[in-house]
């Protein structure tokens, strides 16, 4: 009989919903023995610690806030070495002894897959040529570099670090719990997500994360789905200095920030700004049959709300359910009664103590 021992952790939306937050919470909170990813370097994670520190990633799981939690970045990783180099030389005292275990098939990015994007592609993009280089996998290029093959020469002081191993065998014969950590999210999904070509490279499902990491379903015992009550997509402005249009949200109307700050009652500049672009998101309306669809296409066992002070701003770094202003659990109640899912979890602020846990 397989051991239930996996917890998935994936965007409801269309990204910047807070994975980075809620693993690092989880890591912090239960006990995990491995955490894999299928990361490119087209998103960033971010996790703020109760002094404001923050912790940055595009390629390390958050779980290296966790000391004794392995790190598999496994099969489905596009790899941007500079970037992966750099985390784990700045991230040092948290992995510790560590190792980093990269699966042999993982794929690099290469300088001409960043130019070809720019070339190419004239929807919402980040440009870090994680979609040709994924193609370039895909259609079997004689020229393509693996990970078996770019990490064979390392730098002296990632040597003992980085291993190539089959990470699918590493996880599969972990007994103890495993996370998955999740990137981008259900909305920018290439085949289920919204309008094509106004979307990502990839499959961003919860069965597509499984895949990556060379699970069997059957091994999952609880889908992690985070939301925020206003969506977001990325700007309009790329970070080459060219103007594209990154795509609507479903027919949902777009507002402006101040919009939000109004109708919270805020009074500070509640502007986002992407992690690895650097610019201003663009944010809609909740879009209620979109959340209704992307539950039907991942099944969540939990729903973890984010930015509920974005709802009421009374609700700011709230610690306790029963202080939530009536809006915010009302707005909880409306997504219980349209999902039939339980929002578990409640994000009421950026640090890892602004959160309400009603987990059992």
């Known amino acids: 009989m397989n051991n239930k021992n996996v917890t998935v952790v994936i965007d409801g939306q269309a990204g910047s919903c807070g994975k980075g937050k809620i693993c690092g919470y989880l890591v912090k909170k239960e006990h995990f023995l491995l955490s894999t990813n299928s990361w490119s370097s087209n998103a960033g994670h971010t996790y703020v610690e109760d002094n404001g520190e923050k912790i940055i990633v595009s390629h390390l799981p958050m779980a290296i806030l966790a000391p004794n939690c392995k790190l598999v970045l496994n099969a489905g990783c596009v790899i941007t070495p500079e970037i992966l180099f750099d985390e784990i030389r700045k991230y040092k005292k948290l992995i510790g002894n560590r190792k980093i275990y990269i699966h042999p098939r993982a794929m690099i990015i290469l300088d001409k897959h960043r130019e070809e994007e720019k070339r190419i592609i004239k929807s919402g993009s980040t440009f870090k040529g994680c979609g040709v280089a994924q193609a370039e996998k895909i259609i079997r290029n004689p020229s393509i570099i693996l990970a078996k093959d770019y990490f064979k020469n390392l730098p002296d002081d990632l040597i003992t670090i980085i291993e190539i191993t089959d990470t699918a065998k590493i996880i599969n014969e972990c007994d103890d719990n495993i996370l998955i950590e999740g990137a981008q999210g259900q909305d920018l999904d290439i085949n289920y ?22 699970l069997n379903p059957f091994k999952v015992k609880d889908i992690y789905m985070i939301i925020r009550p206003y969506p977001i997509r990325i700007s309009n402005k790329t970070n080459i200095g060219e103007a594209i249009y990154s795509g609507d949200y479903a027919g949902s109307a777009e507002i402006t920030w101040n919009e939000i700050k109004d109708r919270c009652g805020c009074n500070i500049d509640l502007e986002e700004y992407t992690t690895v672009t650097k610019k201003v998101r663009r944010v809609f309306e909740m879009n209620w049959d979109r959340l209704k669809y992307n539950v039907m296409i991942n099944q969540p066992t939990q729903i973890v709300l984010n930015f509920a002070q974005y709802i009421d701003w009374k609700a700011y770094r709230c610690s306790n359910y029963d202080d939530l202003p009536t809006k915010v659990k009302d707005f909880i109640k409306k997504i219980e009664r349209i999902t039939n899912i339980p929002v578990t979890i409640i994000g009421t602020g950026e640090r890892n103590c602004d959160i309400i846990d009603l987990r059992k």
Do not use: E, K, N, W
């Open 193 to 214: 997500g919204l309008d094509y070509p106004f979307v990502t490279s990839r499959m961003c499902s919860a069965s597509q994360l499984i895949a990556d990491a060379g």
